[in-house]
């Protein structure tokens, strides 16, 4: 008994080293380290907030203020009264980023679509450099201190760190099919991670000689991916030649490779019919409309369930070390470098979620079963002990089940959603589609950032932790009819092939 196309799985590993090239390998690194590198600077005004915040309040409410500033000068630079005015305003700058993040993932997803991927990427990261390196080491060189202007530093860092993400998942999206993508897009997608531990590792470094020498050597080595980004990237196979995907000469099972897991496998072949994107006489595809884009199935779904997730993950991001050095009076070089913990965790877990995601070819089971855990290990976290080792351990399985869904659908399911059955054809939907989803996602960590400052000031770290909790169950919530009707297809498969047995 033959099984339907939708259950013929095809053999993913050997479909991915078949068509892999040096080409692959380079877009592969390349990509990786360009987002790593915004993402380091990122955790480099994480990993320096104490120190920010001692500098910015008088020298007689802490000891960390330098001893030969004249103190006249001082006092009549500080920016605010108490360490209290200053942590919140520093969490007013992580919403005012994620804000400015999220508006202009929903442009430069559109952007990405309609211009050289290369150009945008490349703009984007040696811009956002400059942004930093005025906001974190000019400013200090010059004493010059101002709420307002450090505001729109960080309005514009946000809009251009926005260029990153829908570019590097486009370019990815185009080199690689769906054959492996879980494995190969879980692997890929630490690149986050390992941008945090990089930046936590260089503040780490210099952060004795001075916060703003974390952000000079941060910044500098961003500017300098972005040149290289700008002469070696190449943004799509048919710049040197190869055939893109699903036009190779074997079109069953590349057509196959490319559907994206959550397409309507029970659909009628009329349904194809009705594409977003018509089938156009051009070798041109035209990039798919922002409404359009929200339209595809399950876009809405996960990008509302992202912002949940996402709160939580940038809300250990941006946190993680002030809090480990708050809450149990640890050094801020130490909480730096215990914080990547955390990333290693993701690391490992978006991996490994990717790799059974492309076994079960299914994305929304797996993540409801790491969310579940990710309740349990929350709350593990939050009555963690003052001890290293123990914290270290809790936080890397926090980092696991929270880190390994956020993953998932930053990178591998935005590919799916991006190269449906509807877009067949138009590669020039990934970033939008990637857009939207981290632009979504980037708008409940904004709100998230605010509300943690102001549940700690008020309520204290516990009932931050239970915040997470709340928000974690909404993610699983909002993809719950994906996760029904995936379970469904499951079955339904696991039915047929004990029937052709």
């Not at 307002?148 to 860092?157: D, K």
């Not at 500017?223 to 069953?252: M, N, Q, R, Y």
């Not at 079963?369 to 914290?391: D, H, M, W």
């Not at 931050?464 to 079955?491: D, H, Q």
Request: with cysteine.
């Amino acid at each position: 008994m033959a099984l339907p196309g939708s259950l013929r799985r095809q053999p993913a590993d050997r479909g991915l080293v078949s068509h892999c090239t040096h080409h692959h390998i380079v877009v592969f690194l390349l990509t990786f380290f360009s987002y790593s590198l915004l993402h380091a600077s990122r955790k480099t005004f994480s990993n320096v907030k104490v120190s920010i915040s001692s500098q910015w309040t008088p020298s007689c409410l802490n000891s960390t203020a330098p001893e030969l500033r004249p103190y006249e000068l001082w006092n009549s630079s500080h920016l605010f009264p108490n360490a209290e005015e200053a942590t919140l305003f520093l969490g007013t700058l992580d919403t005012i980023f994620l804000f400015s993040y999220a508006v202009g993932l929903f442009v430069s997803g559109i952007v990405g679509d309609r211009l050289n991927l290369r150009w945008v990427l490349s703009f984007g990261m040696c811009s956002s450099a400059l942004v930093v390196f005025f906001f974190g080491t000019l400013t200090e060189w010059l004493h010059f201190y101002n709420k307002w202007f450090y505001c729109c530093l960080w309005v514009v860092n946000g809009l251009l760190q926005s260029t990153g993400w829908p570019c590097v998942v486009a370019v990815m999206g185009n080199w690689f099919g769906k054959a492996g993508r879980g494995f190969v897009f879980g692997l890929w997608s630490a690149c986050a991670s390992v941008g945090n531990i990089l930046g936590a590792f260089l503040a780490s470094c210099v952060l004795k000689y001075g916060y703003e020498y974390a952000f000079l050597v941060t910044a500098s080595v961003q500017f300098a991916g972005g040149v290289i980004v700008f002469f070696g990237l190449l943004t799509s196979p048919k710049e040197v030649g190869l055939p893109e995907l699903g036009a190779d000469e074997d079109g069953s099972v590349e057509e196959d490779a490319n559907r994206p897991l959550m397409s309507n496998d029970d659909a009628d072949d009329d349904d194809r019919n009705y594409s977003i994107q018509a089938t156009d006489t051009d070798n041109q595809p035209k990039a798919i409309g922002f409404f359009q884009a929200c339209c595809l199935p399950g876009v809405v779904l996960y990008s509302l369930a992202y912002a949940c997730l996402k709160l939580v993950n940038y809300s250990f991001f941006f946190w993680l070390p002030f809090y480990l050095s708050n809450n149990f009076g640890w050094k801020e070089a130490e909480a730096d470098q215990l914080s990547i913990w955390y990333d290693v965790g993701g690391i490992v877990g978006g991996t490994i979620q990717g790799l059974i995601s492309d076994v079960l070819q299914k994305r929304a089971p797996v993540l409801a079963i790491s969310l579940l855990f990710a309740v349990g290990s929350l709350f593990g976290y939050s009555r963690s002990p003052n001890s290293k080792p123990i914290n270290a351990v809790i936080m890397a399985i926090t980092g696991f089940f929270i880190g390994g869904p956020s993953n998932m659908i930053s990178s591998a399911i935005s590919a799916d959603l991006g190269r449906q059955d509807l877009v067949k054809g138009s590669s020039e939907a990934l970033a939008t589609v990637t857009g939207i989803v981290d632009g979504t996602g980037s708008i409940g960590a904004a709100v998230g950032q605010y509300l943690v400052s102001l549940i700690q000031e008020n309520l204290g770290w516990m009932w931050v932790f239970y915040f997470f909790i709340l928000m974690t169950s909404s993610t699983i919530l909002f993809i719950s009819p994906l996760i029904v009707r995936e379970m469904r297809l499951l079955l339904h498969e696991r039915r047929l092939r004990v029937l052709a047995e």
